[in-house]
């Protein structure tokens, strides 16, 4: 895709089956994003990136502590193409759901210099930080796509899904299926 980059946010062990704050079936974005991948010259991450203590602790578990195997990326997710891993919530008061909001480098920035106005989301999860992500970037004037197939949410309540899925809409995001990747 062109001036498109693939936008992988926080596909990391804690948030699988069995880590610290497990997404549901959120192993099941791994293999979608590892095809979506040949899509692209672009291919960018970010990882929750937390200090041991932080006030986002008091309403989650300890996750994605910095450094530890629970923010590592899980070993069946094709890493070889990421070009740059964006860090967030890194700060002591700093929840860091958007990507935008990323402390070791700029994103928007990022991207305005690299000439990349569309980006494909994906990831984990979609009613936190993949709607975060989304919602910002549409907000920032990019051309924003979430694929179905390749985001899973917590749905702390049972719409959370669907609820994150009409406000990223109202944004402005299209909400598309992986097949629809080659017609954009
Ligand atoms: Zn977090």
């Not at 497990?22 to 010259?41: H, K, Q, Y």
């Not at 924003?144 to 109202?170: G, I, S, T, W």
Request: contains cysteine; negative net charge.
């Amino acid at each position: 895709m062109k001036n498109a980059a693939l936008f992988i946010v926080d596909v990391q062990n804690d948030f699988l089956p069995g880590g610290a704050l497990a997404v549901p079936r959120g192993d099941e974005v791994i293999e979608p994003v590892n095809r979506l991948i040949s899509s692209f010259d672009t291919v960018l991450a970010s990882k929750d990136w937390h200090p041991p203590r932080t006030l986002h602790f008091d309403q989650w578990p300890v996750h994605c502590v910095r450094g530890t195997e629970g923010a590592a990326f899980p070993p069946g997710l094709n890493i070889s193409r990421i070009q740059k891993i964006f860090l967030k919530g890194t700060g002591y008061a700093d929840d860091g759901y958007s990507a935008f909001e990323a402390t070791n480098e700029d994103l928007e920035s990022y991207l305005r210099i690299r000439g990349i106005d569309r980006l494909v989301v994906t990831g984990l999860a979609t009613d936190y930080c993949v709607k975060a992500t989304a919602i910002a970037a549409a907000r920032k004037g990019f051309e924003v796509y979430v694929v179905k197939e390749a985001v899973r949410a917590v749905n702390l309540q049972p719409d959370d899904e669907q609820k994150a899925f009409e406000e990223m809409q109202a944004a402005g995001v299209r909400i598309i299926s992986e097949n629809q990747i080659h017609r954009l």
